[in-house]
Structures are given as structure tokens and as C-alpha cells.
């Protein structure tokens, strides 16, 4: 199979998916014209990351991604969900095909863009610098 | 198992396996060897070669056997190239929706200093012969167009290209791949000078094709070697291959205008159910489209996924050629014909064969609709 | 019948055709496809790609498939003139009776301004490291020299011809069709950076082959279309083929050193008997040959009506190799080792595989030196 | 098969082989570089063909090619001897492959040979140009 079993599980299965309602921080990547968009959805409580949902136009790999992004970061704290990486996505996935790989990339940029949008909204304080440029063109 | 994917290939047919098993087996002789085991594959082949003449109206040594189509298209169009540029024209006219075997031809052409015009075509999917007759200048050393798309099964008005290149003395070749053992083919009536085609889209083996090309027209050999294929093309042949094409393509010739009714109507259902999903479109024209293809864009949702989905509910569909699934760019072929980025995303080809049933139209015009709803609804994209 | 024209091609084998059968029928998704289907046939794709780079002792990102011997020969040494040429270098050594895979690309790039060293095989039909050693300039971008030799069936340095080139930092081809399955190959330890091979040289299906590309050496398609073989070799693959030349490859080579030691006895009694026979004489070194070959010259008679006498007699054999059959001239390699031109004619090629018996060579020892008496009786050039 | 069944009949059973031992005329074509040499021994009384030979050789159409062509002469007059044609040697082999017609020439060539040996020998004035140039690179 191109992909784990694991991978078939989230997309088969998706986690999380959906919107909520008042969101504390919502980020959204990619786009459509390169055939990806990820949009996460959190509800912060006390630091931590009390709910989250998604929404994802893309393939397996992305939906799958997505899946496994929300349940690792679904009640963690912030800090927690600021070290969260693609690679421990794609791990997590046990693997992704090399050309499939950028999926993860996204699902970890959608994690953190709602995770700055969060830090806007509530003016709190961070280190711009942590938060890479969300950039399409970056991952191919 | 539905499988409605017959562009990207097809099941070998019985007719076809049972011809090949003897030179599996005890036929097992070299075609060049003198003895009578290497003779009795030479017979083959001469048998074989003979088929497929018959069936696109040539003769014999007008056939060339390749290892598929993309050789073929390799080969027709570097060969006419060469001749080309011996006579000093180095211009070329293709269309923008061809496939990568004659594109990426093309481009390696290009590099070697040819100017490649790629005609439009249109949201229907087809060129007119008008737009061939304004590109060709007395530079054109070579016309090819495709007989049917590969994607979006649309014809191409071959017969009247054929005449407008003969009439201004321009090569033509067509890649009639997605079109042999699907359409009625007359390589002297369409005036075609080259034309390639590939055992497994008409129930023949992988890893076969053959090139016709008109008496009198000069072939450069792709792959150089030993004297097989009247020294146009090295290596030993692959007889079981060979004749198993051979088998294939003349059952299917045999059974054309019956298949094509039983295809084209199932087509046409297909075709009628999927029009209900709001915000998808057919991709190319209703009417000048191969027996066989469906091919739809769907709004908001993206391709894998669908084929993923439809693959749990025992469904073989395509989006977008297979050849290019290794790929992230969405299909040149819907580009090709004016769909946007993000709807090219989402398209779904469906491919079926003389063996698909009504009953599997139902279950497919059951199945799909959920799916898209499904994604629809996980999708940000779309407005629900 | 006795089948001894195992160079020429061998039997499909059991095994080989068990593993293809279900490509064949059932298994027929295209491995491009994302379904289960297609899956399957990509699956069994990267299995044959780890078997055979498992018998050559490489890396299956290593293998390319190809339709057979002339196309990987072909393809190693464009992509290798390509190479040398952006660097400037047009200087290319191989030998005088390499295959025409080998020498007609060699002669199509003289004519685009490469030079061409042509190394002499001598009487013994080998070149020596010492050779390859001289001829090697700063300009020279490929070293391509046989395995093993199609119709004499010596077997070249190759080791020692390998390391002198990685010293010397040229790219080294070597031409193994006939050695693959027959030969133990180590790529790693031999330092070759290509290797051809064909399926249908050691008991698997004809019309597919392998290109084995040390990594980091860049390869240029020959065939451009789809994405499939990384890019590097586009076409629908012939699964079925690719999956009994694998299956084929490894029964050889796990039984390498037992049908060796079988089929080189056989080979010995045979050039024994043939050597009783007067003005004969063996064409090729004695002790480096290829288990099964068995290659005489017999003076005053021509090797065709040979051949078909012996076809009578039910024994299949050769005489130069089979695939320039079509051909007056005699065969290259019997020149290039010095044989003169009538003697050249009268050549006798046997080659042995495992399924050979010793009663076989008994019946071919009885009834050869009798087709000779006969013919030469019949010969004026034969004094009685 | 490569060769008719009237081919590989005159193979298999070549007419007329072997030598005279008095011949009246010799004709010797081809050379063994190319692979073929035809050598033609002929008896001839009162201006016809008593007996004729043959020595070959070459390949399988070579051998059929001249029995074939010593059968056609075999008791004809040397007027009909002159008028053998290697058309005639090929179509009554039921015909031969395109790269073995040649064969047929050299069965002709080797006739006429024979013919101009047998006039030269008794001093027969004839007509230098009805016996074309006896050329191994002619056929090829
Ligand atoms: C040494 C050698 N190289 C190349 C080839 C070509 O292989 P194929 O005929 O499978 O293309 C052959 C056999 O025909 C061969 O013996
Ligand atoms: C239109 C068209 N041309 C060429 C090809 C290439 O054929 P093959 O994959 O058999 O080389 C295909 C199919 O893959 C095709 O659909
Ligand atoms: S493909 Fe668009 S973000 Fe990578
Ligand atoms: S081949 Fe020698 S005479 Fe024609």
C-alpha cells in the first residue's frame, strides 16, 4: 500500500473533524490552487488546548495529518503544542511516502498558525520568530 | 470489485492470455533463430503483425512492434524530427493536452533548438482542423495530435487533420492509444502517417505496442542493436507479448460497434447521475468523447481522497492520468481545457469496458455521491 | 529435441511463469493506481526490484527496468555520453566485438563527434586491464566492455577493469546478458557503475531487462513520458514480465554454483568430442568461458546449412549470434578474434543450460561430426 | 519456415551432387569470403546437357539453389541452358527469402561459367556479353 496502516486509520477515521463553534484560534494553510487546505479550530482553557477540530481539503495524507495533529495536541499546554513537529507527525503516521511528506509539514503550520491566531487575539506576548512563514511555495 | 478504470489499463482477456501461454511455455524459440522452434515464433510474429495491420487497414510492413506506447510516441516523434531537421524545418505542431510521451518528447526537442506550437483546445477538449491549418508554415516538419484523450476521452477530428497535412505535405502522427480497439481506425482512409498504440488499453499484456508507419517513411530506429523489426528496432522480441496484442486487439475489433453500444450507453447513465451532484461539471465534449470515459471536476474536494474512499467501497477509479499520480500538480489535461487550479483538484475519472454491468453503474451512482458529501463536509473550502 | 541455443534464449522457466501468472489475470491493476488493484501491481514491482538488485549485490533505488538487453545497453551509454559530453569529455573505450546494442550506439555517437576506441580482443577473445589502462585519456567519459561475450562466451576482467576505471575516475558499463543468472555478480566489489541484463537470458520472459545505475550517477531517459522507473524510464511497466524476470534471476543465482559445476561438465565433454573433429578449432579462451558455451570454427563448410541439418537431426544450435541472422556478413566477433573470413562462415555455436543431459551431448557428438563430413563432401573448397 | 517446402526438398535431397570426372566445361562462382562458391562440372553431347554436377558451398538456399538449377539443365539443349534464369531457379524453389535470392544468381553464374568454360575450352566462338561479369559484390 502507498500508505501505513495507521495513515488509513485517520483518513478512514478521521479524528476531530469539524468546526467549533467560538474558537479561541482558528489557522488555516495552504491552498487551494496547490490542492491542500488545512484549518484547525482551538478552544484554549487555562494554557492548554481543551478541544480542537478540523477542517482539510486534500489528499489521504493530508486528512490523515490533520487527524493526527488534533489528537496530539487535544489536551496538551501550550508549550506542549508549540514543540510539536511534523516529523513527529509523520512518525506518529508511522511514515509518510517522501512525496506526501509536505502533508505533515502543514498539519504542524495549520497547528501553529491557530495557535498565533490565539496570542493575537488575546494580545499575548511571543517570539514572532517561532512561527515560521507559512509558505506553499516551501514545501515542494 | 468495480473496476472503472480501463484508460490506465486493462484486464488481459482470456482470448489474449490463452494466444500468449504456448510461447509462455513450449514455443519458447528466439524469432531470429533458423531451426524450427525459432521459426515457429518467427511465424508468429509474422502472424501477429498481420492482425494488426488488418485492423487499422495497412499492410504488414507498415507495423512495428515496441515495448508500448510511450516508445512508440518516443520514437514516431524523434524519427520525424530527424527527418525534419535533415530537410531543414524545424517546427512541430502538438496540442496542449497530449500525453507526457509525446510532451516531454517535445520539450527534449525543444531544447535541441525545435519551436513547438501547442494548440489550444478549448473547454470541449478538441482542437479544430482550422487551428492546424493556421499554425503549419514551411517550417512544420511534423503534425501530432491524439487520437482520444487519455483523461477526458475526447476525439479528436483526426480524419480531417489527416487531409489538411497530407494536402500541405506535413507529416502526421497521432497517438491513438486511449483509441485503438476502441474506435474504428483507417490509417489510409484518416490519412495518418504515424501512429502509436499500447497492448493493455484494449485487454492486451503491459509492456507491448506497435508504431504504424506509412510505407515510404523513413523510421530512425530508438533503440539500436540487432536486426529485429526490419532493423528499426534492437532487441529480442517479445513474442508472447506480441501475439497476445494481437489477440486483443482483434477481439476487440471484432466486437467494435457491439462493445461501443454496450459501453457508450452505460457511459451515458453514468454520465446523466453524475450530472445531478451539484457543482461538478463534465470534463470535454458531451457528444465526440471514447465509449468508455466519464471524467467529472467536483467542487471543494480533492481527487486522492474520493479514490481512496470509492477504493474502501470496492471501486477502481482515476483522477487525473495514473502515470502522473507520483505527482502534486493537478492534470495539464484539465488546465488544458480552462479549469481552475483548485477544481482540477478534484476530478474523477471513471473508465469502463464491454465487462461493466448496469448494476455496477447503480452502485457507483450510489457510492459516489456519499463520498463527495462526505469530504465536502470535512472540507473548509466548501460553503455548506 | 535437443535445445542447445541457451545464449540465443532459454525456456521460461516454471517458477518464472507461476510468479507471472497472476499478473496476468487476476492481478492486473496498474501500478501507477491508487487502489488496492494497482497497489498490489506496485507491490510486486518493488519486490522484483529487491530481488534482482539482492542477486546483483546493489540497492533496488539501483535497478531500472527496461524491455530487455538492447534498450538498458542503449540507455547506459547515451546517459553516459550525455554526462561526459556537459563535461567535456567525447572519448569512449569498448571493445571490437561487443553486441550491436553496444557498437551501433557507439557508431551513432561517433557520428554526433565522440571517438570511439575499440579495444582488440586478440585470438583468446579478452581484453586485458593493461589495454583498457592505455587507452584511457583525460577525455575518455566510458569504459564499456562486456561481461561475458554472446557468441564465444569469454569472460572479460571485469573486476580489475572495474577498479582501474574508479581509479581513473571513468564511468564503467559492462554488457552482462550474458552473464546475469550464469556468473556471480558482485557491482559493489566489481566497482562497475552500469549493468544490463535481460530476462530472457537465464530462463525468464523476453522483452524485459534491467539497468542497474550505481546511486549518484545521473541517468537520462531513453523513453520520456510518465513518472514511472523515478522518472527515468517512462511506459505502463510490464509487471508480469518484471515480476518472472525476478523470479527467474534468484532461482539462478541460488543454484548458481550447482548448475555451474553441472552445466561445465557438459560444456567440457562436448568441446572435448568437438575438438576430435579435424580443422575445427575453438573460437575463444579455454578456461574463461561461460559455463555453457561451446563455440567452434569447422573449416570448408558454411554454418546456416549446418544449422539446418542439424535442425533435422533435432538439435537447435547457432552459428554467430542468432539475431544477425538476417545478414550475409560473418560474425564480428569470430573476425574481431581473427578468424578469416571463410573459416568465420563455418561457425558452430552450442550453448548449454541445466536442463541439458549428458545423453544430449552423446547424440550431439554422434551426429554433428556426420552433418560436418556430409557438408564438406559437398564442399569445393573442401580438398578430400 | 525461413525456406519453401520445395527449398528445403532439394536441401535435404540435393540432385546431382558430387563431381565428373571428364567434364566438357567447369564454371566456379562466388568465394568463400562471402560464404558462398558454387562450382558446376558439365557433360555435353551433340549440344546437350549428357550430365551435369554440382559442388556447394554456402548456405541452405545456396545448396537447394544448385540442384535446382543443375535439374532445370540436366538433358536441355545449350540454347536452353543460356536461357536459365535465376528467376527461374527462384520461382521453381517456389520462391526464396529477399536477402537469399543471390543464391539464385550465383546458381546462374555458375551455368553460364560452366557454358563459356565448355565453348572456350573447344574453341566455340560466342558472344563475349551474353556471359555478364561473374561479381561477388553484384548480389549484395
Ligand atoms: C551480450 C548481449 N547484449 C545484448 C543483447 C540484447 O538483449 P535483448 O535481445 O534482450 O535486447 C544480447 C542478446 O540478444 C546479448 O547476448
Ligand atoms: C494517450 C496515451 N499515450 C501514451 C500512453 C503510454 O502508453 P504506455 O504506458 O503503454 O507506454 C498512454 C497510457 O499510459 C496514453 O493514455
Ligand atoms: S502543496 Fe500547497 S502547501 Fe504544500
Ligand atoms: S555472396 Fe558472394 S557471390 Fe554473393
Not at chain 1, 82 to 103: I, R
Not at chain 2, 80 to 106: D, Y
Not at chain 2, 142 to 170: F, H, K, S, W
Not at chain 2, 197 to 226: N, Q, W
Request: some cysteine.
Amino acid at each position: 500500500m502507498l500508505y501505513s496502516e495507521k495513515v488509513m486509520d485517520h483518513f478512514r477515521h478521521p479524528r476531530n473533524v469539524g468546526i467549533l463553534e467560538h474558537p479561541d484560534g482558528v489557522g488555516e494553510v495552504g491552498n487551494a490552487k496547490c490542492g491542500d487546505i488545512m484549518k484547525i479550530y482551538l478552544k484554549i482553557d487555562q494554557d492548554t488546548v481543551s478541544d480542537v477540530k478540523f477542517e482539510t481539503f486534500g489528499c489521504g495524507s493530508a486528512i490523515a495529518s490533520s487527524s493526527m495533529a488534533t489528537e496530539m495536541i487535544k489536551g496538551k499546554s501550550l508549550d506542549e503544542v508549540m514543540d510539536l513537529t511534523n516529523k513527529a507527525v509523520a512518525e506518529a503516521l508511522d511514515g509518510l511516502p517522501a512525496h506526501k511528506l509536505h502533508c505533515s509539514v502543514l498539519a504542524e503550520e495549520a497547528v501553529k498558525a491557530a495557535l498565533k491566531d490565539y496570542y493575537d487575539r488575546h494580545n499575548i506576548a511571543y517570539d514572532p520568530k517561532q512561527f515560521s512563514s507559512i509558505d506553499c511555495e516551501g514545501c515542494h | 470489485m468495480i473496476y472503472a478504470d480501463n484508460a490506465a489499463t486493462t484486464k488481459l482477456s482470456g482470448t489474449a492470455l490463452n494466444a500468449m501461454l504456448p510461447y509462455l511455455r513450449e514455443a519458447y524459440g528466439n524469432p531470429s533463430s533458423l531451426y524450427s522452434l525459432g521459426q515457429q515464433a518467427a511465424e508468429a510474429l509474422a502472424e501477429a503483425r498481420q492482425t494488426v495491420a488488418d485492423c487499422l487497414h495497412c499492410r504488414p510492413e507498415e507495423i512495428y512492434f515496441t515495448s508500448g506506447g510511450s516508445e512508440a510516441d518516443n520514437q514516431a516523434i524523434l524519427s520525424a524530427a530527424r527527418r525534419g531537421k535533415a530537410r531543414g524545418k524545424t517546427h512541430i505542431i502538438s496540442t496542449s493536452f497530449e500525453h507526457h510521451a509525446v510532451l516531454h518528447t517535445l520539450q527534449k526537442l525543444e531544447k535541441e533548438g525545435f519551436t513547438v506550437t501547442l494548440l489550444d483546445v478549448h473547454e470541449t477538449g478538441r482542437v479544430t482542423p482550422q487551428q492546424v491549418a493556421e499554425a503549419i508554415t514551411d517550417d512544420t516538419c511534423l503534425v501530432t495530435i491524439m487520437y482520444a484523450n487519455n483523461e477526458i476521452g475526447t476525439i479528436q477530428p483526426i480524419a480531417d487533420i489527416g487531409r489538411l497535412c497530407r494536402e500541405r505535405n506535413v507529416l502526421f502522427h497521432t497517438d491513438a492509444v486511449q483509441a485503438a480497439g476502441h474506435l474504428e481506425i483507417d490509417v489510409g482512409r484518416e490519412n495518418i502517417d504515424m501512429l502509436s498504440l499500447s497492448g493493455h488499453k484494449f485487454h492486451g499484456p503491459k509492456g507491448v505496442g506497435a508504431l504504424y508507419v506509412r510505407k515510404g517513411i523513413p523510421l530512425t530506429p530508438l533503440i539500436e542493436g540487432g536486426a529485429q523489426e526490419r532493423r528499426k528496432r534492437a532487441g529480442t522480441e517479445n513474442v508472447a507479448g506480441i501475439v497476445g496484442m494481437a489477440a486483443a486487439l482483434k477481439e476487440a475489433c471484432d466486437h467494435l460497434p457491439e462493445h461501443t453500444a454496450k459501453v457508450s450507453a452505460l457511459r451515458d447513465k453514468l454520465i446523466a447521475g453524475l450530472d445531478a451532484i451539484p457543482h461538478g461539471a463534465l470534463n470535454g465534449d458531451r457528444n465526440h468523447r471514447l465509449p468508455g470515459n466519464v471524467s467529472f471536476c467536483f467542487e471543494g474536494i480533492e481527487g486522492e481522497s474520493m479514490l481512496l474512499l470509492l477504493d474502501d467501497r470496492g471501486i477502481c477509479a482515476s483522477s487525473g492520468s495514473a502515470c502522473t499520480s507520483g505527482s502534486l500538480d493537478p492534470s495539464h489535461v484539465l488546465l488544458a481545457i480552462g479549469r481552475p487550479h483548485e477544481v482540477a483538484h478534484g476530478s474523477l475519472r471513471l473508465s469502463l469496458c464491454e465487462e461493466n454491468t448496469e448494476q455496477e453503474v447503480d452502485v457507483m451512482l450510489r457510492e459516489i455521491p456519499q463520498v463527495i458529501d462526505y469530504l465536502r463536509n470535512m472540507s473548509p473550502v466548501w460553503r455548506k
